[in-house]
């Protein structure tokens, strides 16, 4: 029996603002509870809204960068339910005229093709604040600085059919918003949080029942909560029972998913027109500036990357699609003078270590210009490719410039010939068994037979050799025997 | 002193004739004296008042100030003011103190005046009556067995006693005129969008508007001055420059055309507020206003709409009062839940709750389309019908309520009825459009109103036809039996 | 239209009002009224009208994205119910 996963996901994103989308009230993360949730924040009596222009610019972009048809006139409308980090008792949205009306996004599979999923439409909203179950004499405690910071919830459509479709779906957006300026794309701090709609079915049936795993604010969280849901449906399903449209809450400490509400426990949320906005009207004129402003899109640069640095189409994706990642690789690669060499360094020992360690490349703590002082040794030979990588552990250890720990840990390559042709005189002098036998060896088998020798020569000095001239004068000298 | 209209109390601080502290005294003290009988005022606020007066004084002494520099006025308590508790005449609200102020308390301070209090006022400013008031019902200075209609019912009552020469108020469906009218006072509610709503409490966001109450049309004219503007706090306010209302005052009225509508005068209307409303149009063609009947088809479904507009939008409009960060919290909540149902349910009236429901049903899973969609369809063809009008009006005029005052508990068990008393105020809020009501005649002793609709800010020649009236008339300066 | 006791105690709860046994009688009868009132609206053909949400048609004006807002949480957590360590607190929230 094959099943097919069906996936949609809703993505909120906070915009990169100075200010709330309806308050002149600061977004800055990290700040002592309620000291940034003004009258209208908290709500107030008598309190209204005005909205932000920035929230709409960034909205706009969002939608010329996936080419979406865009809503030139918008509206905002109030999704009503009682919660404590909601402090007007409803929730300022956009239901039936969005921003961002249908658009479209490529992502790029493992198998190096292409799959587009479609965007429903994107949406302006407010955020909510935060309730803190520490526990306060057994009372939540409210923070409401984040009430009132602005989203665009990106809709797709249910085009996705694995877990990896998912999470490469959801880093393109991630790497899209954070490209364009719109979104600073840390995760950690919530900048963006999926909800995942996950349904399964028989080839060729119909669509299942979907449930939504809400509150997800990882790749790697998403990917466990839709394996886990697909195994969960599928079980109930040969198990004969049936899966129940619900949401799901995901706990990210304890990775498992559980049931908040069914369909049946759905809040009426009583939509309609929030009577203290109007209608945001923009014109074609607003929307083609806001196109002329975009940034170079991580699509644009993958090809530039590959047809001015001459990358591989694979390296090119890895590094253009970030923007972060993108500037770091372009800043190594001009300053080190070698595009490929840059780009094998952080799509490799880099990029392993930054995702062993958990950390974003804005945080690395080997900057790009480190790096490439380190690949200028490599080029002009004083380390190899393999004492580079210890320098670069080093490095990364915060043990300081490259040039320093060559010195310090005495990495400098041997490439003085005449020391190199000792250390070859001296070790064909003492293998004359194994001289002997490459000797008498079939031409075609001698290559192989060098590698005894190499080894021989890089023990005697200590690792230190460099291994193409050593390749060369071992030749040299064992083919002038023959 | 207390007889002096808004505009001779400016024009004798300015020529010296008394102090505004004199002033601020004379009527502290009327208040204290006399309110118990009225119940018209929910927070006095006697020290501020003096020392606004003090600072009003200092000022005149010091160069040339506005007109309403050192008079005093009462704010409804649906103003916030800062550092002034301001319950919006709710159980709910009774112990919010404020920590900012509205922009019509503002923009008044700016000008000068001195606020001798709050006024009392139905609950969130829903009832018609001033029965709704947690601080209990104001009664109407002409018959204190009367209400003074609401829910602007302590502005209105406040200055037909003679407790304020005027007051700030609130307009929803007719929370301005009909009080106004009951209690024999002006009153105008602007056109939406006019006066700023950034710090009035809000009932119905799209119909709520706030306005000038005051004995006569030239004192209303200089409130409006004050209050009115834009504001960019209020994504609903009007960038529009405000004209001096009080410029055109006494310009000649000949050739306006004036539309009466024959469905204000139809059936429920008391046959004696007829007389005294066609008595007044009479008085404005005498001086050379054109009288036109004209038809505004769809009145009668102003009142439906307005019920299903109206509760939709207080429903959301009141979920912020859940016991959390302000206001009333019931003791030792349960959990939750427990907290956001006892508190509103403790701390809201039973008029407030009942349109909360009727609001969350409009709006719930199915309904939406029938009635909240509806209804703001009908919106539109209310507005329509007054849009065609003005092609062939000036400006609309009828009367402000079928009734005069009726006594307390008359439409108690009847809600439906007490809606019905707004029904000729009721269409100007949904169409936006601004309406006053000024004093008109005395039916049963008790005074009822002339209504006034304009077109689209046309607020000046409203004023201009009020004043013109009020130049010929002597009803906005009767006093109620027994107020000396 | 009309509502009864079931639905009054639905809505009661998606507004968060308690409705007391002895109420709901009372509460569903006044609102049946006033719903009858309501439902002379669905005699009007109303095909093709848009609904008016604003009676000027105005369109939303903007804000410049600049901090306008200085912190005051003093004074707005002297009038609440209940704080600690700034911030609000209120019964605990289980979801």
Not at chain 2, 58 to 79: E, N
Not at chain 2, 251 to 258: F, K, R, V
Request: proline content about 5%.
């Amino acid at each position: 029996m094959t099943w097919e996963t069906v996936i949609g996901l809703e993505i909120h994103t906070q915009l990169a603002t100075k200010t709330k989308i309806f308050s002149g009230a600061s977004t800055e993360f990290g700040a002592a509870p309620n000291t940034q949730a003004c009258a209208i924040d908290l709500a107030m009596p008598g309190t209204l809204p005005v909205l932000n222009a920035e929230a709409v610019r960034m909205a706009v972009m969002f939608g010329v960068a996936i080419d979406a048809e865009i809503g030139l006139i918008s509206s905002f409308d109030r999704k009503n339910y009682f919660y404590p980090d909601l402090p007007k008792g409803y929730q300022t949205t956009q239901l039936e005229r969005p921003i961002v009306l249908e658009g479209a996004v490529d992502i790029q599979l493992d198998d190096g093709s292409t799959k587009t999923v479609r965007i429903h439409h994107a949406h302006l909203e407010e955020d909510a604040g935060k309730s803190l179950h520490e526990d306060f004499h057994g009372m939540s405690g409210i923070d409401l600085n984040r009430a009132g910071t602005p989203l665009i919830e990106i809709v797709s459509e249910p085009d996705m059919n694995s877990p990896e479709e998912a999470v490469a779906f959801a880093k393109k957006l991630h790497a899209l918003v954070v490209s364009i300026g719109i979104c600073d794309g840390e995760m950690a701090q919530g900048s963006m949080r999926f909800d995942v709609n996950v349904s399964v079915r028989k080839k060729g049936e119909e669509l299942g029942t979907r449930t939504e795993t809400k509150n997800l604010n990882s790749f790697r969280f998403m990917e466990r909560a839709i394996v886990q849901e697909v195994e969960r449906q599928i079980d109930l399903i040969e198990d004969g029972g049936k899966v129940k449209q619900e949401t799901r809450l995901y706990d990210g400490d304890t990775h498992t998913a559980r049931s908040m509400r069914s369909k049946e426990e759905a809040n009426d949320y009583r939509y309609f027109p929030c009577p203290d906005l109007l209608p945001v009207e923009i014109d074609q004129a607003y929307v083609d500036a806001v196109r002329a402003s975009l940034p170079e899109l991580p699509e644009a640069r993958r090809a530039r990357f590959t047809d001015s640095y001459e990358l591989s189409a694979y390296d090119a994706g890895v590094l253009a699609d970030d923007v972060a990642t993108a500037a770091y690789f372009e800043t190594t690669a001009s300053q080190c003078g070698d595009a490929k060499l840059a780009a094998n360094w952080v799509t490799g020992e880099l990029a392993a270590r930054l995702n062993s360690d958990d950390v974003l490349i804005q945080h690395c703590p080997v900057s790009a210009e480190q790096l490439a002082a380190l690949i200028a040794r490599i080029i002009d030979k004083t380390i190899s490719n393999k004492m580079a990588r210890e320098v670069f552990g080093a490095m990364w250890e915060g043990e300081g410039e490259p040039d320093a720990i060559i010195e310090a840990r005495g990495l400098k390559q041997v490439s003085d010939s005449g020391a190199i042709e000792g250390m070859v005189d001296e070790v064909i002098a003492s293998s004359a068994k194994q001289v002997e036998n490459y000797r008498n060896a079939d031409e075609a088998k001698r290559p192989k037979m060098l590698g005894y020798f190499v080894g021989q020569i890089m023990k005697a000095s200590k690792g230190q050799a460099n291994p193409q001239q050593v390749n060369e004068v071992l030749l040299q000298k064992l083919n002038a025997l023959l | 002193m207390h007889n002096l209209t808004l505009a001779e109390l400016s024009a004798g601080l300015g020529a010296g004739e008394f102090s505004s502290v004199e002033v601020t005294r004379h009527f502290l003290a009327r208040i204290k004296r006399l309110d118990a009988n009225y119940n018209s005022f929910i927070t006095i606020t006697e020290e501020q008042a003096l020392a606004q007066a003090a600072v009003a004084d200092q000022q005149r002494a010091a160069g040339s100030v506005p007109a309403l520099c050192g008079v005093p006025i009462a704010h409804k308590d649906i103003f916030c003011t800062d550092g002034v508790r301001t319950s919006c005449g709710s159980k709910m609200l009774d112990n919010f103190v404020p920590p900012y102020s509205a922009t019509v308390v503002e923009n008044l301070a700016a000008a000068g005046v001195v606020v001798l209090g709050k006024t009392n006022m139905d609950e969130f400013a829903m009832g018609s009556s001033n029965e709704t008031s947690y601080y209990g019902p104001v009664k109407n200075p002409w018959h204190t067995d009367c209400v003074p209609g609401g829910s602007s019912g302590g502005s209105a009552a406040a200055i037909a006693a003679r407790l304020t020469p005027a007051a700030t108020a609130t307009d929803t469906g007719g929370s301005i005129r009909q009080p106004a009218a009951l209690c024999g006072i002006t009153g105008l509610k602007p056109t939406y969008g006019r006066v700023s709503r950034w710090g009035m409490i809000a009932f119905a966001s799209s119909l709520d508007q706030g306005g000038p109450m005051a004995r006569t049309a030239e004192d209303v004219a200089l409130m409006l001055n004050q209050m009115a503007g834009f504001d960019n706090k209020d994504s609903t306010s009007i960038e529009r420059d405000v004209p001096d209302y009080t410029a055109n005052l006494n310009q000649d009225i000949s050739g306006l055309t004036i539309g009466v509508p024959e469905e204000y005068f139809g059936e429920g209307l008391n046959p004696l507020t007829e007389q005294a409303t066609r008595d007044a149009l009479a008085e404005l063609e005498k001086q050379g206003a054109k009288l036109k009947s004209i038809s505004l088809p769809h009145s009668h479904l102003s009142v439906p709409a307005y019920y299903v507009i109206a509760p939709a939008e207080a429903s959301a409009n009141l979920s912020r009062f859940d016991g959390s960060r302000y206001g009333y919290r019931c003791e030792n909540p349960a959990d939750l839940r427990d907290m956001y149902m006892r508190s509103r349910s403790e701390a809201f009236g039973d008029e407030v709750k009942r349109r909360i429901l009727i609001g969350a049903y409009c709006l719930s899973a199915g309904y939406y389309d029938a009635y909240y969609n509806k209804a703001m369809q009908v919106r539109r063809l209310i507005k329509e019908d007054f849009v065609s009008a003005f092609n062939d009006v000036d400006m609309i005029a009828g009367p402000t309520c079928p009734n005069p005052a009726f006594e307390f508990g008359a439409k108690g068990d009847d809600p439906v009825a007490m809606y019905l008393e707004d029904i000729y105020t009721i269409a100007t809020n949904l169409a936006g459009l601004p309406g006053m009501s000024l004093p008109c005649g005395l039916v049963d002793d008790k005074p009822v109103g002339l209504q006034l609709i304009g077109n689209y800010f046309d607020e000046g020649r409203m004023l201009n036809v009020a004043h013109r009236y009020q130049q010929v008339s002597d009803w906005h300066s009767r006093c109620a039996p027994g107020i000396d | 239209m009309s509502i009864d006791r079931a639905d009054i105690e639905k809505l009661g709860e998606l507004a968060r009002i308690h409705i007391s046994d002895e109420n709901a009688q009372a509460s569903a009868k006044s609102i049946n009224e006033v719903l009858a009132l309501v439902d002379q609206l669905q005699a009007v053909d109303t095909t093709n009208i848009e609904p008016m949400a604003n009676p000027l048609g105005a369109r939303q004006r903007l804000r410049l994205d600049e901090v306008s807002e200085t912190n005051r949480r003093e004074a707005f957590q002297a009038i609440a119910p209940a704080t600690e360590d700034g911030l609000y607190l209120v019964p605990k929230v289980i979801e």
